[in-house]
């Protein structure tokens, strides 16, 4: 499933992913799970980030994200996010990948897959249906032991 180019490409993602894995450990903070997100420009800036504040905000939508790409948008001034990446710790669920192809976005670098609830690629792949009217690239596997860790050490301490 590891989408993962070798060379600069790969080490800017794994660059971006720093990024990401800190919002991830910031939703520590207020108990959510540990998935953090960042939007990344076509000149590699990041434009939008985000983690999980289901639990802060008592909102079923507050997902990494949907927050990044909330983010992003208002930073850019439009919807339309074409041109960039999301760079997120935890590949996204279904709603989030509706989210990304409703953004236009170019393209999804994840960290840990997500065999349970995931939609670009590992449970189900709506970032790359031929179905459907827009397709994001999935680049997958990035920092994935480290993405995967925050994860299972989150768990872990909640569930005896």
Not at 59 to 87: Q, S
Request: aromatic share 4%; with cysteine; hydrophobic share 50%.
């Amino acid at each position: 499933m590891s989408d993962l180019l070798p060379g600069a490409l790969a080490d800017r993602y794994a660059a971006w992913m720093t990024d990401a894995l800190a919002e991830a450990r910031a939703a520590l903070t207020t108990g959510d799970v540990p998935v953090g997100a960042v939007v990344v420009d076509a000149d590699g800036e990041v434009v939008g980030a985000g983690r999980n504040r289901r639990t802060a905000d008592g909102d079923p939508l507050a997902h990494a994200e949907v927050l990044a790409l909330r983010a992003a948008a208002e930073r850019r001034g439009g919807w339309r996010l074409d041109d960039c990446t999301l760079v997120v710790t935890l590949e996204p669920c279904a709603m989030c990948a509706g989210a990304v192809a409703q953004a236009r976005l170019q393209r999804v670098v994840l960290g840990a897959w997500d065999a349970k609830a995931g939609a670009a690629g590992s449970r189900w792949d709506l970032l790359r249906d031929t179905r459907a009217p827009h397709w994001v690239e999935v680049v997958g596997g990035v920092r994935q032991q480290e993405c995967a860790a925050l994860l299972t050490d989150f768990f872990r301490a909640r569930r005896p």
